[in-house]
């Protein structure tokens, strides 16, 4: 480790250069001077040396000589560190006497620390390398080091001068600023003196004769105790010892300070004084006593004292008017009784010094004192204050004669044998009567003050006591107006009725709280009339206007019915009555009447009639629906005969015949009246659907971008999707149709572009809905809205709008159907559709579909398969004759074998007598005597590997409908064209042959 040694003769800056080596990792030897270090270098060379120029035996100068002409340490490196030596010529003179760096106090850490490293780092290299001295240069760097040092002594000469100049100056200072303090201290009225930290006195100044009546030279011989009193000795220990703690550790003791006692006179008596005190110092600031005055504040203490009498007294009166004015207020402020007896009884025991005591009151016999409340103070008691306390002792007294009485040796007297047992002891006692129209009602007890009781007590007690009185009966009198009041109010606040009144010559309205909450202000509210009016809806202002002038004019008077619109703007029906209050001359001096929140009444009845009409639409929907779907079910059955003829017709025609034309047409018109019939299906909901568990996500983001084409760029589609979503049972086909006529709605209502919002969502629907929502039902759902910016409907439309055939679009551009074909899906599918718009603020339909709780399958798209041909036995049962043909004829001409029958029990016996087995039964839903579903059981029975495929325009009973409808079920939607029914029949019969004969009926 590289050892560096530090020469300093003043041990402050050697620690810190110790202290900053060490920590940047330097073995660090230090010596006071020259010469130790020297002795210490020969002794173990050091690495580096780091010292001052001024130091004692050997300065900085001889040593670097001395250093550089020892063979040992010559070539180890020399710092000068010096904050005396700092011209330039000492500089120039250290370096020439071999010093490697020359540095001048103070240096920053980091300096100092690089100026180490460098010269080290050039010792190692051996960039340095010491001087070697000439004997002639020698003789000139000596005469150039005595220079330096003369020229140091020198400056010390003159300056040692000119500090005896200055002490001599100030010792003469010193002796006129002594000579005018005696002077003034032996004239002064106030004592001068000086003590030594020892304690003894050293000075005192005449004015002490006065003071205490000791001359100086008496009061200078007698001990500190006896000259300023025991009680100043002990302040004056404590001060001293403080000092001398202080100056045994080296601090300056502390400044002045200012006291005051009681100090003994020479004929016995005492005098107040004020004692200031400082510290005293010699010439060389060294602290050598405790200097000081003493004044007499005898007169000022008197006056002090005389003065905080008066001020006691005073206190005393303000207190007890203070606490009289508190009792005062505590009645006016209406509190009840308990607590305006508690307050004045607590200032009864505070102007008193009572420690105990109660309030009791007379029981409705008369013959007993009830407590109000007891206060043992500190003192245990365990008397149940629910216990009677008869009227006796020297309680009975103060009601006797309704004057204060008073004890004050209560245990020794004759009263204290009344007293019960478990009650607080009492030390002496003080009754004050509460008199009420000259008859005692009541007591306050006071017991237990320190002192006796003085008649001001008893005089405070009495005043008290009155007020109590006063409480007492104003409470009661409240108390009944209050209970009336209250009746009133809870009648009111349940018929949310209040009363108002008109004072006609103010203009201004009178309010009771009733009427204040019901318009939302605070109580106490206090209208002018034009105020009170412009709290009524704009469109109502008028007729209250007219009413009321009518009323304050010729005293007409009113019932209405009318909306107003509270302080925080809602509105409220309010029924309000008036009539004229007139005098005795005949003129009307007031109007008032009843005012009533009757917003309930008015929101039930409107709900009412919103739930009559929802209902009547539903009803007439309903009926509409019946009509359609019987005239659909039927035409539906002709146009599968026009469609299928039609079909033959043209395969029969060769091509280039004109016939063929003309058979396309008839073909391309019945499709077009199939679709306007399957409309008409799905809004009377007869339609045959075919649900499935799916996920209404999966639906809408199948058909994404067949929205996005068919609306138009300029129409924004924004999707919204739950997720997770839960799943529902419907069919996937009709519900893209329900997107799909929602959508072409939306984008008729924006013919100037806009948005439409899609989104899905689980909700809840909970009774309060369900009653609100004809139709609706509470439970688990899944909701799909979807919501334009476009043009929206009136109220008009809304109840239309889901009508067959009813359009707001010029003739030509719509059939009506779309709307309606919505709703008849999505009551078929068990759900509800609610329908939310107004004029210039766009339209939202929200649809509910029940929520369930399996899984939704991944969608797969099935593929389009051929007309398909077969040999198997396909039983028709279909009781229209027309379309009965036209299947056979389809069947036959694909390579089937073909049964037919026109009814169920045709059916059942043309099964019995056929000798082969029947692979298919294709039967109609609806037929009269047995319908599809119940054939198709009975004949499984007798082949349970029989298929079954149904075809229907609509199941016409609930049970063959949800027959139908069950998972599994095949059925085929008339009317079909050839190809559709072939390929269903081999759908089918093909998925039978991979089933077990469990499955037959399926």
Partial sequence: MTTILVADDVSENRYLLVALLEGNGYAVVSAADGDEALRLARSSPPDLIVTD?????????????????????????????????????????????????????????????????????????????????????????????????????????RDLEAEVARRTAA???????????????????????????DGRVTYLSPAVEKLQGFTPAEALGLSLRELIGPEAQELVDRELARAHTDLAAGRMPSGSGLFEFEQPCKDGSTVWTEVSASVMTDETGNAVGVQGVTRNITARKRAEQETRSALEALARKKHEL????????????????????????????????AESGYVALLSPSGEENELVFLESGRRPCTVDQSLPMPLRGLRGEAYRTGEVVCDNAFMSSAWARFLPEGHVELGNVLFAPLNVAGRTVGVMGLANK???????????????????????????????????????????????????????????????????????????????????????????????????????????????????????????????????????SGSIRKVQGAFQDISDRKHAESEQEQLQSQLLQAQKLESIGRLAGGVAHDFNNLLSVVLSYAGFALDAVRE?????????????????????????????????????????NSVITGIESMLRRLLGEDVAVEVRLDAPLGSVMADPGQLEQVIMNLAVNARDAMPQGGKLTIETSDVDVDDAYAEQHVGARPGPFVMLSVTDTGTGMEARVREHVFEPFFTTKEAGKGTGLG?????????????????????????????????????????????????????????VVEDEDAVRRIAERILRGAGYRVLSASG?????????????????????????????????????KLCPKLAVLYMSGYPDSAADHDAVLSAGRHLVGKPFAAAELTRKVREVLDGGKNRSSGRGAE
């Fill in 171 to 197: 010792e003469a200072e010193l002796r006129e600023s002594e000579r005018k303090f005696r002077l003034l201290a032996e004239n002064a009225m106030d004592v001068v003196w000086s003590m030594g930290f």
């Fill in 904 to 940: 169920g029990g045709d059916a059942l016996l043309l099964c019995e007598k056929h000798r082969g087995a029947v692979d298919l039964l294709l039967t109609d839903v609806v037929m009269p005597q047995m319908s599809g579903p119940d054939l198709a059981a009975r004949l499984t």
């Fill in 322 to 353: 203070e606490g009289l004015l508190d009792a005062a207020t505590a009645i006016l402020a209406g509190e009840d009784f308990a607590t305006i007896a508690r307050r004045i009884f607590d200032t009864a025991r505070a102007l008193t010094g």
């Fill in 53 to 157: 120029i001024m130091m004692p035996v050997m300065d900085g100068f001889e040593l670097c000589r001395r250093w550089r002409q020892d063979e040992r340490l010559k070539r180890i490196p020399f710092v000068v560190y010096t904050a005396t030596y700092t011209d330039p010529k000492d500089e120039r003179l250290a370096l020439n006497l071999g010093a490697d760096r020359f540095l001048i106090k103070p240096q920053k850490p980091e300096t100092l620390m690089q100026v180490v490293r460098e010269v080290l780092e050039s010792a190692v290299s051996g960039r340095a390398d010491a001087q070697h001295l000439a004997p002639a240069q020698n003789v000139a760097l000596l005469l150039e080091h005595n220079d330096a040092l003369r020229r140091k002594l020198e400056k010390k000469v």
């Fill in 656 to 696: 280039g015949d004109p016939l063929r034309d003309d058979l396309a047409e008839i073909k391309k018109a019945g499709k077009r009246a199939a679709a306007l019939t399957r409309q008409l299906l799905a809004f009377s909901r007869k339609q045959l659907l075919q649900p499935e568990t799916l996920s209404l």
């Fill in 450 to 584: 320190p002192a006796d009781f003085a008649a001001d007590d008893g005089r405070i007690a009495a005043a008290l006591a009155q007020l109590a009185a006063l409480a007492l009966q104003r409470w009661r009198d409240e108390r009944m107006l209050r209970e009336s009041e209250g009746l009133l109010r809870i009648a009111g606040r349940m018929a949310r009725l209040g009363g108002w009144s008109f004072d006609v010559r103010e203009t201004r309205v009178t309010w009771s709280e009733e009427v204040a909450a019901i318009h939302e202000m605070p109580k106490g509210y206090s209208p002018t009339a034009e105020q009170a009016i412009s709290f009524y809806a704009p469109e109502w202002q008028g007729r209250i206007r007219e009413v009321s002038t009518a009323c304050a004019r010729h005293g007409t008077p009113f019932d209405e019915e009318l909306e107003i619109l509270t302080s925080t703007g809602r509105r409220r029906w309010v029924r309000i009555t008036g009539e004229a209050i007139r005098e005795a």
């Fill in 819 to 875: 709307l309606s074909t919505v709703y008849g899906i999505v009551q078929q599918s068990g759900g509800s559709i609610w329908l939310y718009s107004e004029p210039g603020r766009g339209t939202t339909f929200k649809i509910l579909l029940p929520r369930i709780d399996a899984p939704a399958p991944e969608s797969k798209r099935e593929s389009v398969r051929a007309m398909a041909r077969g040999t198997e036995t396909v039983l």
